[in-house]
């Protein structure tokens, strides 16, 4: 189903944005919900936000509404997620996720492929 890849993590102050992407390889990208997750030092993976297969519905984590915004270029098969706002609670490697062909983006357990992640770090 081909592979996920993220980047444009790093180190930002706390107040900044960073803007992450992550390409795939997957033949019919279109076809697919997408999401990003992260986890932090010491805690499990959490839901940040996803994704429609077109692109029109989003679904966010009480934590960053407001703050991050998904978005995704079918012509590029690459989602991306825009942070603003950050603060030093968004530290986490963020990992971009795949759902099940003709899913539903809202149905965060069927996010089962994943990409390698990208760091970020948010100081105070």
């Known amino acids: 189903q081909g592979q996920l890849v993220e980047s444009g993590g790093g180190l930002v102050q706390a107040g900044g944005s960073l803007r992450l992407s992550c390409a795939a390889s997957t033949r019919i990208f279109s076809w697919y919900p997408m999401a990003w997750f992260r986890q932090a030092p010491g805690k499990e993976r959490e839901f940040v936000g996803s994704i429609s297969r077109g692109g029109g519905a989003t679904d966010y984590a009480d934590s960053v509404k407001g703050r991050f915004t998904i978005s995704r270029d079918n012509a590029k098969n690459t989602v991306y997620l825009q942070m603003n706002s950050l603060k030093p609670a968004d530290t986490a490697v963020y990992y971009c996720?795949?759902?099940?062909?003709?899913?539903?983006?809202?149905?965060?357990?069927?996010?089962?492929?994943w990409g390698q992640g990208t760091q970020v770090t948010v100081s105070s």
């Open positions: 996720a795949r759902g099940r062909v003709h899913g539903s983006h809202v149905d965060v357990s069927s996010f089962d492929s």
